[in-house]
């Protein structure tokens, strides 16, 4: 059987805040409740501070999370498309091939890091895919250096893959010296412009 009590009526209401242990209401309690139940996501946070443009920043984003119109991204919305990397004409056209494993573009990024003297970079085919390649060519620059480092390799796979579209939609080719002397001009075009 269930016996209950009674309230006491004459008691006063008392308001407590249920997220804190001591039922005080806090800022930073009500700041960490708007993400409960949110999940996380892997955003990589340098790409928001490199040095380049907005829109080389966000093509970067898309890039990591393999979202960029390659070939393998375009037949699955089944468009008709040439399955091969449009640099090299030999291996299927992925994002992580495109900016990263193509014969082409690791010709052109060892152009770039030569003029720029950036030092010894662990190769391409170290890591398997773009953000730990990335990721551990930034571990060797102090933490001034990384945003301008960031802005090189994006700017490097920005001007990759306008190559790319060149060659897809103008039938119209640069070298490997060209597309490195592109990649080098725009950074330090941006450089001047935000120094």
């Known amino acids: 059987m269930i016996q209950l009590q009674a309230r006491d009526t004459n008691a006063d209401d008392e308001i407590t805040w249920r997220w804190t242990p001591n039922g005080e209401y806090t800022t930073k309690s009500a700041y960490r409740i708007q993400f409960i139940g949110r999940t996380r996501t892997s955003l990589f946070h340098p790409i928001w501070k490199a040095?380049?443009?907005?829109?080389?920043?966000?093509?970067?984003?898309?890039?990591?999370?393999?979202?960029?119109?390659?070939?393998?991204?375009?037949?699955?919305?089944?468009?008709?498309?040439?399955?091969?990397?449009?640099?090299?004409?030999?291996?299927p056209e992925t994002p992580t091939h495109l900016c990263k494993d193509c014969i082409f573009t690791r010709a052109s990024w060892d152009r770039l890091i030569s003029w720029l003297q950036v030092g010894s970079l662990p190769p391409t085919t170290v890591m398997t895919t773009l953000k730990g390649w990335w990721k551990k060519c930034r571990a060797g620059?102090?933490?001034?250096?990384?945003?301008?480092?960031?802005?090189?390799?994006?700017?490097?796979?920005?001007?990759?893959?306008?190559?790319?579209?060149?060659?897809t939609f103008n039938q119209v080719s640069k070298s490997e010296e060209e597309v490195a002397l592109l990649t080098k001009e725009d950074f330090q075009q941006f450089s001047l412009a935000f120094s």
């Open 51 to 91: 040095k380049t443009e907005p829109k080389c920043r966000f093509f970067a984003w898309l890039l990591l999370q393999k979202k960029i119109l390659t070939a393998d991204n375009l037949a699955k919305r089944g468009w008709p498309q040439d399955t091969l990397c449009k640099l090299c004409n030999s291996e």
């Open 141 to 167: 620059f102090d933490k001034h250096n990384k945003p301008f480092f960031d802005g090189i390799i994006i700017y490097f796979w920005w001007n990759i893959w306008k190559e790319r579209n060149r060659r």
